[in-house]
């Protein structure tokens, strides 16, 4: 069956400090994962994607498909990334979707 | 705008009482679909839809109708709500191909 895990459902890290965001799938087949963030009293809203190879506000996400993970990196956290942030795996053509459980990320100033 | 409406933002109602939940997008989107929040448990789809009488199950679609007559609108319906169903529900609309959702802000339901 299709799963995401996210394993840490809380992580505080200082302000410039380096931030890792776990993310891990199950998936027989060719993955699309999306990273999700949510800013409070804000809609969640795509971060990025793994086909896109972007990197959008200093977070990047590689997939690595030995490990099936798909970790969320940013070398430098800053205060404004404070939110909850959900991995996101889509099969079937991208109509379904499997969330993780979230992770709410605090940079501590 | 573009975005994604959903009403209301809040509902109490009692377990057996009919409700719908409805959902409306003004961006000509074919595709919709439904998630439900709850603690420890990440947001879970409910159905979805590719297009105009087109919809399907996702995860977790028992106790839950949807339709789909108009291309912008697409209902959940909780025909008889139990308390299990209260949780925090997200509507969510994406365009062709693999394009990004867009999500709605949430309805927060509570079946006494």
């Known amino acids: 069956a299709q799963r995401v895990t996210q394993p840490e459902k809380l992580l505080s890290v200082f302000k410039g400090a380096p931030v890792e965001l776990k993310c891990n799938y199950s998936y027989s087949g060719s993955p699309e994962l999306f990273w999700y963030v949510q800013y409070s009293r804000q809609r969640l809203q795509l971060l990025l994607r793994h086909i896109s190879r972007e990197s959008i506000k200093g977070f990047t996400a590689d997939l690595n498909k030995g490990e099936t993970s798909f970790h969320l990196k940013k070398p430098f956290a800053q205060e404004e990334d404070s939110a909850m942030y959900y991995c996101?795996?889509?099969?079937?053509?991208?109509?379904?979707?499997?969330f993780g459980t979230g992770t709410s990320l605090t940079v501590i100033p | 705008e573009a975005q994604v409406t959903q009403n209301p933002r809040y509902l109490i109602t009692v377990t057996g009482k009919k409700l719908t939940v409805t959902c409306s997008q003004n961006?000509?989107?074919?595709?919709m679909s439904w998630y439900r929040q709850d603690p420890g448990l990440g947001l879970r789809q409910i159905y979805y839809s590719m297009n105009v009488e087109v919809t399907d199950k996702g995860d977790v679609p028992e106790g839950y109708k949807v339709s789909r007559k108009e291309k912008r609108n697409f209902p959940l319906i909780l025909e008889s709500p139990s308390p299990n169903q209260t949780s925090l529900y997200f509507c969510?609309?994406?365009?062709?191909?693999?394009?990004?959702?867009?999500f709605g802000s949430g309805t927060q339901l509570s079946v006494l």
């Open positions: 969510a609309s994406r365009g062709g191909g693999r394009q990004k959702l867009f």
């Open positions: 961006m000509n989107h074919e595709y």
């Open positions: 996101a795996l889509s099969v079937n053509t991208g109509n379904q979707f499997y």
